[in-house]
Nanobody
Framework: DVQLQASGGGLVQAGGSLRLSCRTS????????IGWFRQAPGKEREGLAC????????YYADSVKGRVTISSDSAESTVYLQIDSLKPEDTAVYYC??????????????????WGQGTLVTVSS
């Protein structure tokens, strides 16, 4: 199993930015894809972005494209999610998750086998 630790959430004003971190325990970091998802109260889980760690190829959901950047640092076994121009509707618990897939990541939550505990992002207006 892959252990994931999400961090970096907090309270931020609308228009601000946050960088979330997902530290992984994966020994074979490059064999995985990491996805970022979020879930707001009363809403379904939403996929935001993923990255295949073998080639660093990212994929973004249309709903956040242009405001979100996913990146990875293999030396730190960590994946980051930069979110810019935050809006109150971005308020949610943000999760990172892993799947065994070195290329062409997918933003399909049920394909991910290992999940972090989530980090809360609250955007005030």
């Amino acid at each position: 199993d892959v252990q994931l630790q999400a961090s970096g959430g907090g309270l931020v004003q609308a228009g601000g930015s946050l960088r979330l971190s997902c530290r992984t325990s994966a020994f074979t970091f490059e064999h995985y894809s990491i996805g970022w998802f979020r879930q707001a109260p009363g809403k379904e889980r939403e996929g935001l972005a993923c990255i295949s760690l073998n080639d660093g190829d990212p994929y973004y959901a249309d709903s956040v494209k242009g405001r979100v950047t996913i990146s990875s640092d293999s030396a730190e076994s960590t994946v980051y999610l930069q979110i810019d121009s935050l809006k109150p509707e971005d308020t949610a618990v943000y999760y990172c998750a892993a799947m065994w897939r070195p290329y062409s990541c997918l933003l399909v939550s049920y394909e991910y086998t290992d999940w972090g505990q989530g980090t809360l992002v609250t955007v005030s207006s």
